[in-house]
């Protein structure tokens, strides 16, 4: 579990790097910029109205608390008491949503929500500029890449581009799925972790729109 939360990090810290260093690109959404609300988790269900999106853990599942996250991503209690929103607005990104296997730990789930300009790059502008500095850092921190691609995914009913990660961490096979969305300023990164066996597709399933 510990090498698992470890292994997110270096994704967020790579994906936040990457966000900073982009060629300007139209995007070709469409959408209109609107104000963010942050997702929430009421019981299993973890839903996103400004995505559009809802998440409902199996039963064997759980959510990590307010209080979890800011352990993992080292926010302050008093960040974590002003909201997800609050935390975007004053860091350009939030980690709002964990979710992790319980008999086992080995299984993830987390959203991260990053402030960004759309009118800079599209979804598979982002992934493809993204791909290097992952690549490096995984690297860096131990894990043994053997596939790093960009892919395009069926995700809550609509298609978005992605990242593929396959390889070992430790010596254990370890799988990586993440899928981006672009909606006005805003970008939402969905990441499955599998370890040992690949069940990336199935974990994304959770999701579905709204």
């Known amino acids: ?52 999106i809802e998440c409902t853990l199996p039963d064997e599942w759980f959510y990590f608390s307010d209080e979890q996250i800011a352990k993992v991503q080292g926010y302050s209690q008093e960040m ?9 607005e004053q860091t350009g990104s939030a980690m709002e949503m964990y979710a992790s296997e319980e008999n086992t730990g080995m299984y993830t789930l987390n959203c991260l929500v990053e402030k960004i300009d759309s009118k800079k790059y599209t979804e598979k502008k982002y992934i493809e500029d993204s791909l290097s500095t992952i690549k490096t850092m995984l690297g860096s921190a131990g894990f043994d890449v053997t596939v790093c691609e960009v892919v395009t995914v069926d995700f809550a009913g609509e298609e978005h581009y992605g990242l593929r990660i396959e390889g070992s961490l430790s010596g254990a096979s370890l799988y990586e799925q993440l899928v981006v969305m672009i909606e006005g300023d805003y970008l939402a990164c969905i990441t499955a972790c599998s370890y040992v066996d690949d069940y990336t597709d199935d974990i994304l399933d959770f999701f579905t729109a709204i």
């Open 1 to 52: 579990m510990k090498k698992l939360i470890a292994l997110l990090l270096v994704l967020v810290m790579a994906l936040s790097c990457a966000a900073c260093d982009k060629d300007e690109e139209k995007s070709d959404s469409g959408r209109k910029t609107k104000s963010y609300t942050a997702g929430e988790v009421k019981g299993d269900t973890y839903t996103n109205e400004y995505f559009e």
């Open 80 to 88: 974590v008491g002003e909201g997800y929103a609050k935390i975007l």
